[in-house]
């Protein structure tokens, strides 16, 4: 069915938004934690240069996210913003205010002008993942009526809500420590590496348990959805819990090699195995299904053939800026190089697939030839019309 | 100074055909399809979240000329160069200024 289909297209990209966007977060809770001005140096610069030259690129999949989910479904959308306007208020905010300071903090020059718009950023990295997950929370444990009218306090603020923002937050900085390991190792700075391994092996347990936490609640709070994660979206669960202990086994070991895109995997295992146990029901608690929840068929003909356009659109543009990240090409303010935590994610979605550094150029050229041939052939099209 | 002038009446026109589109199509949202009236939230608070927003954006707004003018008046004083978002390396850059001369 074509919905379904539109339903993949909607999980895939909010899973890349959570393992690419959901790493920019991470950054601002160990921004955040990294101390007084002079210790949190260092870790604040990893930081930083990782972030820059990626973090308003990997927010392209929420603008993806949210126009796909209401145009597809338009219905569930709407039952979706008007129960939970406030948090979703409230990360949009985040959002905001995260970019915000994290741009200014590198252009003005006193040390309290930084601190303030330093806090800036690192608090509202924090904002904004807590509240999608309130959201989302809600979504999974039935409190988003089909016919929403007016916005609900306790939709989104049950136990089960709550716990979903906090795993949001331990996840973002989970995937953050683990790149930058990745990062401290790839430029051999062991000092980095070791200490964002210390974090990642915190992050990870405090994600793992987090997630152990949600679960159980939802055996009170939405038995159905328990039962089909326990039941048929078992394996994607297993494969979660899985992927942590390895990433944790790695980690201690000293061996980062894989653990990013294990880490990644592990996160992507369980936004699947949500939708996997929901399907294909969007709204648990109503009748509100892929299928009946909105867009004509033929919008949804229309999303897939976009989304394979964008994706011949973006693709190219994503392996470049990766490529040219991992092959140190973008600035940096010494000769350490710019180099990215956010590196190739050979994650589970084919659209990242990055070509390793060392052999990128000729798969550079080609895709960046594919993409003007394309835009040419496109734009003789519009003429001829 | 007429240069000076065409920036800001760039944005000037940009607005303006913005609120023709806008305005012009009152009262549909979605021409002949959709009313204004129809799409607006069943939410209360409409208010409190428009101040909000523009609150924040006043903030905002005002953090960056704050910040343009400091910028402004770091390249004014001369001194080395701040470091270019997303340029190519310092060698690189050498090269290019180079090559101009």
């Keep these: 069915m074509i919905s379904d289909a539109v339903g993949g297209i909607l999980l895939a990209s909010v899973t890349l938004y959570a393992v690419l966007g959901g790493a920019d977060f991470g950054g601002g809770l160990w921004d ?5 001005d002079r210790r949190g140096r260092e870790p604040r610069r990893l930081i930083e240069e990782s972030i820059t030259p990626v973090w308003e690129a990997n927010h392209v999949w929420l603008v993806f996210d949210l126009v796909i989910f209401w145009t597809a479904f338009p219905h569930a959308f709407a039952a979706v913003m008007t129960t939970a306007a406030l948090p979703l208020w409230l990360a949009l905010a985040g959002i905001v205010l995260r970019g915000a300071g994290f741009a200014f903090r590198k252009e003005v020059s006193g040390l309290g002008a930084q601190r303030v718009l330093g806090a800036t950023f690192a608090f509202s990295s924090l904002l904004a993942p807590f509240f999608m997950g309130t959201v989302i929370g809600a979504i999974a444990t039935g409190q988003v009526p089909a016919d929403a009218s007016h916005a609900s306090l306790s939709a989104w603020t049950s136990a089960t809500s709550l716990l979903t923002g906090l795993l949001f937050v331990g996840a973002c900085g989970y995937l953050a420590a683990v790149y930058l390991v990745g990062e401290a190792a790839r430029r051999g700075d062991h000092r980095l590496r070791a200490y964002f391994t210390r974090r990642a092996q915190a992050a990870g347990i405090v994600a793992g348990a987090l997630s152990l936490a949600v679960l159980a609640e939802l055996h009170s709070s939405n038995h159905a959805l328990f039962s089909r994660l326990t039941g048929r979206a078992l394996p994607l669960v297993i494969l979660a819990g899985l992927c ?15 653990v990013r895109v294990l880490a990644a995997a592990g996160v992507a295992a369980v936004i699947w195995g949500w939708g996997v146990a929901q399907y294909p029901v969007l709204l648990p608690g109503t009748n509100v299904t892929l299928s009946n929840a909105g867009a004509p068929p033929a919008t949804l003909v229309a ?8 994706l011949v659109i973006v ?8 490529s040219l990240q991992g092959r140190r090409l973008l600035y940096s303010d010494d000769d350490s190089g710019a180099a990215l935590a956010l590196q190739p994610l050979p994650s589970a979605e084919p659209l990242v697939q990055q070509p390793r550094p060392t052999e990128a150029s ?9 993409f003007v041939v394309v835009d040419a052939l496109l734009r003789a099209r519009r003429r001829a019309r | 100074m007429l240069g000076a002038v065409s920036g ?17 199509r009152q009262p549909w949202v979605v021409y002949k399809l959709l009313t204004t009236t129809a799409a607006a939230t069943t939410n209360g608070g409409v208010i409190a979240s428009l101040t909000f927003v523009i609150v924040l954006y006043a903030v905002l707004g005002a953090a960056t000329i704050g910040i343009l003018r400091i910028l402004a008046r770091r390249w004014r004083r001369g001194g080395p160069e701040p470091e270019v978002p997303y340029g190519p390396p310092p060698a690189l850059q050498e090269q290019s200024v180079r090559g101009v001369e």
């Design chain 1, 362 to 370: 000729p798969a550079v050229r080609t895709a960046v030839v594919a």
């Design chain 1, 315 to 322: 693709g190219p543009s994503f392996g470049l800026l990766f």
């Design chain 2, 8 to 24: 800001l009446a760039a944005i000037t026109a940009m607005e303006c055909g913005w609120v023709v589109t806008e305005v012009g």
């Design chain 1, 32 to 36: 955040l934690l990294a101390g007084g």
């Design chain 1, 244 to 258: 942590g202990l390895a990433v944790l086994a790695l980690l201690t070991a000293g061996r980062p090699r894989g």
């Design chain 1, 303 to 310: 999303i897939v053939v976009l989304f394979v356009v964008a």
